[in-house]
């Protein structure tokens, strides 16, 4: 490694306005004053409905280190964010969010540890100034998923942290158009540490997460590397129809010693078919999940469409308007 080293600050946005310029100060303020380090800020935007992309503007003219790219539409949060990974051409680069629940103070140990030979630092919550209940129903979700998982899982890792150039390297070369970031890393196996920080409380503004983004988070990270699922229908089915069987059987030796005495009554069977439609109906869900997930796949669709890019250098812009591995990248010239 060379003694001085290029960092890419990554933050992507939607809606950040209250928060970006008081994360790029903090940003600065940190890596200012490091010798060994060159560094620049890239955020991503989400196509932004207040004034993040205009701040981001004027920051980007006011400081070259700035860089931005804003897409033509708000793409998500999973696939915005790594879509802007894989631009990055610098030695290591370093994810966090706009919110600042993620400190930029911790980047000098997260540069510390990726100096000791770490391909991946990861920033873990150890705690949490949100609700308890958040915070207990997230780490509910890591544990379920890393219990499901074919490869263990970081728990209580939000992508938070900072990545080598030869791990970016190696997602450039994967074909997947939404990808489950937290699985990756554990699925390529890079040696990484861990820092474990308190998250704080959002800075300004309103949490962009809902239930239906946490479900569809969670959905994707077992669905991405379990078939513990579809193996659980087809274990629960076949275990379904030796209880049927048996109980089928015991009703008939009785009813046959018991002819007279033994009503049958309407209830058993109603319970019956509405036990079996309810476990039919759940694990239809869950094929419906993996049968999504493949849809996503074959379409092949580009991870973001970009409207434009502002303090990039010609020969980067082209570079990143090439096909990446499988996905397309395209860029909207204005």
């Not at 699985?183 to 196996?189: F, T, Y």
């Not at 092949?300 to 010609?314: G, K, Y």
């Amino acid at each position: 490694m060379s003694d001085t080293c290029s960092i890419t600050v990554l933050t992507p946005c939607y809606n950040e306005a209250d928060n970006v310029e008081t994360l790029y100060a903090r940003v600065r303020a940190v890596l200012e004053p490091l010798p060994d380090y060159r560094y620049e800020h890239l955020f991503i935007d989400n196509a932004s409905t207040d004034e993040t992309v205009a701040i981001l503007r004027r920051l980007a003219a006011a400081d070259h280190r700035v860089k931005v790219i804003v897409n033509t539409r708000n793409f998500g949060h999973v696939r915005s964010p790594y879509h802007a990974l894989l631009q990055c051409r610098s030695d290591a680069v370093n994810a966090m969010a706009a919110d600042l629940q993620e400190p930029p103070e911790l980047l000098p140990n997260f540069l510390a540890q990726w100096r000791k030979g770490y391909k991946v630092v990861l920033g873990v919550k150890s705690t949490s100034r949100e609700s308890w209940l958040m915070f207990a129903i997230r780490r509910l979700g890591y544990a379920v998923i890393d219990r499901l998982s074919e490869v263990q899982q970081v728990r209580n890792s939000t992508g938070f942290g900072l990545y080598d150039h030869a791990f970016v390297s190696v997602l450039r070369r994967l074909p997947d158009p939404y990808p489950y970031f937290r699985g990756i890393v554990a699925e390529l196996g890079f040696q990484y540490a861990t820092i474990p920080y308190e998250q704080p409380n959002r800075h300004q503004g309103l949490t962009k997460n809902n239930f239906f983004t946490l479900y569809d988070l969670g959905m994707q990270g077992i669905v991405n590397h379990s078939k513990i699922p579809l193996r659980l229908a087809t274990m629960l089915g076949f275990a379904s129809s030796v209880v049927t069987f048996a109980t089928a059987l015991v009703y008939l030796v009785m009813k046959l010693l018991f002819w007279y005495n033994l009503p049958i009554g309407v209830a058993p069977v109603l319970i019956g078919l509405f036990c079996v439609a309810s476990v039919q109906l759940f694990f239809l869900g869950v094929l419906g999940e993996y049968v999504g997930s493949i849809y996503t796949q074959v379409r092949n669709r580009p991870l973001v469409i970009e409207a434009e890019r502002i303090n990039f250098d010609d020969d980067v812009a082209d570079e990143g308007a090439v096909r990446t591995g499988a996905t397309h990248t395209h860029r909207v010239l204005s």
